[in-house]
């Protein structure tokens, strides 16, 4: 069974500095991972996936996260935080395997970006 | 484009009513699925269908039924709402094919916020 675990349910960061989310993933066949974010009262949005080839993925707000196989992570990172940032993230994973249709969430991490 | 929608956005219940959420997307997907997310939890698969005429249970089913009534609408049935079911509760789908695996984007409704009291 796969599962999903994010390091932290708070991060605050200062505006322009760095945003880093932790996300580490356990599953028994390579994973296909994403991110998602979620604004206050909204669905969740997809920023990024990985699925095969370039190990670092680049998404949607200038997001990118690379895929450590050897770590079993795929953390998200931001070089320099935006007030708009402000948002839940979400990582998850699925299995690569035909007929696998489960999607596994993170218990999600809350983004607070001080002005 | 509306993509995936539920309806009704908010719905107040009493305990032991029934009620049924609805979703529909217009992507000509063939995966639905339907989440509930509660303050750190994130969201828990409910049920989920990998095809029209097709539903399987997911992590948390207890408590709900699901009909996936065509390819479109994949709806989601509370028979007797506990306040233990107040929640949050996302339909979602995914192009997904019966017998291939991708990597395909799961794609969210706005979601439905439900309160039993």
């Known amino acids: 069974a796969q599962s999903v675990t994010q390091l932290g349910s708070h991060v605050s960061v200062s505006e322009g500095a760095l945003v880093l989310l932790r996300c580490n993933y356990s599953s028994s066949v390579p994973p296909y991972l994403f991110w998602y974010v979620q604004y206050p009262n909204q669905g969740l949005q997809l920023l990024l996936k990985?699925?095969?080839?370039?190990?670092l993925v680049k998404g949607i707000n200038g997001f990118e996260a690379e895929f450590k196989k050897s770590e079993t992570s795929f953390h998200l990172t931001k070089p320099s935080a935006h007030m708009s940032d402000a948002a839940e993230y979400f990582c998850?994973?699925?299995?690569?395997?035909?007929?696998?249709?489960?999607?596994?969430f993170g218990k999600g991490t809350k983004l607070s970006v001080i002005p | 484009n509306a993509g995936v929608t539920q309806t009704p956005k908010f719905q107040v219940l009493k305990t032991g009513q029934s009620m049924t959420l609805q979703c529909a997307q217009d992507?000509?997907?063939?995966?639905m699925y339907w989440y509930r997310q509660d303050p750190g939890m994130g969201l828990r698969l409910i049920y989920y269908?990998?095809?029209?005429?097709?539903?399987d249970k997911g992590e948390v089913p207890n408590g709900y039924n699901v009909s996936r009534l065509n390819k479109r609408e994949f709806s989601l049935r509370l028979e007797s709402a506990a306040p233990s079911q107040t929640s949050v509760y996302f339909c979602a789908s995914r192009p997904e094919t019966l017998t291939g695996s991708s990597g395909n984007t799961i794609y969210f409704g706005e979601g439905s916020w439900l309160t039993v009291v």
């Open positions: 990985y699925t095969t080839g370039a190990t």
């Open positions: 269908s990998a095809s029209e005429g097709t539903t």
């Open positions: 992507m000509n997907h063939n995966s």
């Open positions: 998850a994973v699925r299995d690569s395997g035909a007929g696998s249709y489960q999607l596994t």
